[in-house]
């Protein structure tokens, strides 16, 4: 067997073992998050246990949860038992995760997590381990076999637990009412939070670098005003300020080569009519999406009354690292 081979082998068992926990979905799973969704609504939160391979899948499956809204921690089983355990509340809910149910170190800690009151929801293969009796919900996990060559290496479980984390993780996001902006929020920083944050307003040309010329003006007059802005175009507008057209760097080439008298003429003569526009209330990644799709150099801001208050030049966009 190729390398090649080999790794289609290995998605096809990881997707096989997806399929199989999937199947086996059922009311346990709406049990769990209602009691997590309840946990959280009490200003509980969610602890995170697994031991190994498990530890790193819950780690991310608690981060997961952070940045969707549901409060999460990451407790290691060996240093719960010497002190660390008070990190639990009774209002907590332990999300414990071992696919055999029988890690001696999470073991262990089940009897203390219930004398604290905290309820239990278990990522495991073993229904009827002793993780599965101290359990309040199990979520079964079992996949048919490992990717490895030996059936030993923890893969195809790692995946089925992982996906099931991502599962819980999002219907407790719907469950709550987590919005766009609470997305936002925790995330305020790198590409996610510029996506999400930055506005058409927080990037735009605005006052002197933003040039507006009225329809009746000439074009040697708007050029003038072009250049007090160091902009390649003019927004041009009617008699109640209203956008009705531009007058680009490209425009002025194309009629100086057919008309020599074009800087005496007025810009209603020459612009280009109906502009591509945004709303300075959009998202700034939305007009990164119509400098990719109309291949433009200038991109017109105008308000809700369709007045242009701004000018986004692509240039500015790789150093705000939109695009």
């Known amino acids: 067997m190729t390398s090649l081979q080999r790794a289609k082998d290995v998605f096809a068992i990881e997707i096989a073992a997806l399929q199989a926990v999937q199947s086996r979905l059922d ?40 940045s969707t809204g549901s409060t999460a921690v990451v407790l290691d089983p060996v240093d719960a038992l010497h002190g660390d355990l008070g990190v639990l509340d009774e209002l907590d809910i332990l999300l414990a995760l071992s696919y055999s149910g029988e890690s001696e170190e999470l073991v262990h800690l089940l009897p203390a997590v219930k004398r604290f009151g905290t309820r239990i929801i278990a990522l495991t293969a073993g229904s009827k381990s002793t993780l599965a009796r101290h359990a309040d919900v199990v979520l079964n996990c079992t996949v048919p076999k490992e990717a490895c ?33 609470d997305f936002a929020q925790r995330h305020p920083s790198g590409s996610i939070g510029r996506s999400l944050l930055v506005t058409v307003e927080d990037i735009m040309r ?3 670098r933003n040039a507006i010329a009225p329809e009746i003006q000439t074009v040697k007059e708007a050029l003038i005003a072009m250049t007090r802005a160091k902009s390649g175009s003019v927004a041009v507008v009617d008699r109640r300020g209203k956008l009705v057209g531009v007058f680009t760097d490209g425009d002025l080439r194309r009629w100086l080569a057919t008309d020599s008298d074009l800087l005496s003429r007025s810009l209603k ?6 502009p591509i526009s945004i709303r300075s209330d959009a998202l700034a990644t939305v007009a990164v999406r119509i400098f990719h799709e109309r291949n433009i150099d200038d991109l017109i801001v105008v308000n809700s009354r369709r007045e242009p208050v701004g000018l986004i030049d692509s240039q500015d966009l790789p150093k705000l690292k939109l695009m």
Do not use: W, Y
């Not at 030993?152 to 009412?177: N, Q």
């Open 269 to 274: 003569e020459v612009m280009t009519g109906h």
């Open 27 to 66: 009311e346990s799973f709406d049990q769990a998050v209602g009691i997590l969704v309840e946990s959280l609504g009490k200003r509980g939160k969610i602890v995170v246990a697994g031991i190994g391979k498990s530890g790193t899948i819950g780690r991310k499956i608690a981060a997961t949860l952070s």
């Open 206 to 208: 605005q006052g002197d």
């Open 149 to 181: 060559t030996f059936n030993l290496a923890p893969t195809s479980s790692t995946t089925a637990t992982l996906v099931m984390g991502d599962a819980l993780a999002m219907a407790v996001m719907d469950a709550r009412g987590f919005k766009l902006k």
